[in-house]
T-cell receptor, first 115, second 114 residues
Framework: GESVGLHLPTLSVQEGDNSIINCAYSNSASDYFIWYKQESGKGPQFIIDIRSNMDKRQGQRVTVLLNKTVKHLSLQIAATQPGDSAVYFC??????????????FGSGTRLQVQP | SQTIHQWPATLVQPVGSPLSLECTVE??????LYWYRQAAGRGLQLLFYSVGIGQISSEVPQNLSASRPQDRQFILSSKKLLLSDSGFYLC?????????????FGDGTRLSIL
């Protein structure tokens, strides 16, 4: 499959620990944020999203935190499992017409879960 | 439920040959459609997006073109491939929403140019 993330920063955690993946975004006009998980040879898979009128949102085993003051986004994964090993991307989306809404992706973080 | 299909999964082409990658979406209507390219170890770069049949916007100048002949069909093409066209090509769709909607990706086509 595609060798995604050859030069990406890597976070290595023990199985069962909590993981925190961070992302800094640059556009203060961004109002919608998404986290994606990408496994080797596959397309990015949607994990969770958050709008700029919120600072926290929880899903199943995942929490996204948004700090608009410092333009920082984080993804917390509880009780990390081997299946969580992948490259994680944050993406930001600017407000605008209903057509474009293109995403700007971060460079990604590789999560390695040690058994 | 909605699904998105891309084919082929892998493709090896000689320099100067034509290209046609196809993407179809099922289970939704009037989606926004997107083509991205991902270089190894990098994030995704938006190439084209489409808000409707025959409506294509290009994000970066390049050797590629896109077409949307049907509502849920998006095609990426080239008349003559360059070595620099190698990469992982991803198609995505999203609903139209002023407040933002997630984009959902296919499993991509790995294109190698020889």
């Amino acid at each position: 499959g595609e060798s995604v993330g050859l030069h990406l920063p890597t976070l290595s955690v023990q199985e069962g620990d909590n993981s925190i993946i961070n992302c800094a975004y640059s556009n203060s006009a961004s109002d919608y944020f998404i986290w994606y998980k990408q496994e080797s040879g596959k397309g990015p898979q949607f994990i969770i999203d958050i709008r700029s009128n919120m600072d926290k949102r929880q899903g199943q085993r995942v929490t996204v935190l948004l700090n608009k003051t410092v333009k920082h986004l984080s993804l917390q994964i509880a009780a990390t499992q081997p299946g969580d090993s992948a490259v994680y991307f944050c993406a930001e989306n600017r407000g605008g017409d209903t057509g474009r809404r293109a995403l700007t992706f971060g460079s990604g973080t590789r999560l390695q879960v040690q058994p | 439920s909605q699904t998105i299909h891309q084919w082929p999964a892998t493709l090896v082409q000689p320099v100067g040959s034509p290209l046609s990658l196809e993407c179809t979406v099922e289970g939704t209507s009037n989606p926004n459609l997107y083509w991205y390219r991902q270089a190894a170890g990098r994030g995704l770069q938006l190439l084209f997006y489409s808000v409707g049949i025959g409506q294509i916007s290009s994000e970066v100048p390049q050797n590629l073109s896109a077409s949307r002949p049907q509502d849920r069909q998006f095609i990426l093409s080239s008349k003559k491939l360059l070595l620099s066209d190698s990469g992982f090509y991803l198609c995505a769709w999203s609903r139209k929403d002023r407040d933002g909607q997630p984009q959902h990706f296919g499993d991509g086509t790995r294109l190698s140019i020889l």
